[in-house]
């Protein structure tokens, strides 16, 4: 299975940008998709999460409200729509993707199946 991500860029706080990851190479139906971020010196954190159907999605708190993700039906392709963007949403953003829906959410990096590369998002103040 191979993540490909896009749409990063740089923005103004206030601004909205939305990311895209396409999974590629037969990845199966069930595969749960997801986005983390890492700032620079910091360590990568979890975004959001959504199920294999998209029925289920799941927000780090500091952005719960602000960012949405979304799966239209079973596409294996996952979008991440972010609002009222911050300064500190400044980061490198990272497509995941797994068998387990709870890998992504809580966080279990070291057991993440499948990663893309990061898609640079810069927010100016």
């Known amino acids: 299975v191979q993540l490909q991500a896009s749409g990063g860029g740089l923005v103004q706080a206030g601004g909205l940008m939305r990311l895209s990851c396409e999974a590629s190479?037969?990845?199966?139906?069930?595969?749960?998709m997801g986005w983390f971020r890492q700032a620079p010196g910091a360590e990568r954190e979890f975004v959001a999460a959504?199920?294999?159907?998209?029925?289920?999605?799941y927000y780090a708190d500091s952005v719960k409200g602000r960012f949405t993700i979304s799966r239209p039906g079973t596409e294996n392709t996952v979008y991440l729509q972010m609002e009222r963007l911050k300064p500190e949403d400044t980061a490198l953003y990272y497509c995941?993707?797994?068998?387990?829906?709870?890998?992504?959410?809580?966080?279990?990096?070291?057991?993440?199946?499948?990663w893309g590369q990061g898609t640079q998002v810069t927010v100016s103040s």
């Open positions: 995941a993707a797994d068998y387990h829906f709870g890998t992504l959410y809580a966080s279990e990096l070291d057991d993440v199946d499948y």
């Open positions: 190479g037969r990845p199966p139906s069930s595969i749960a």
């Open positions: 959504v199920n294999w159907n998209g029925e289920n999605t």
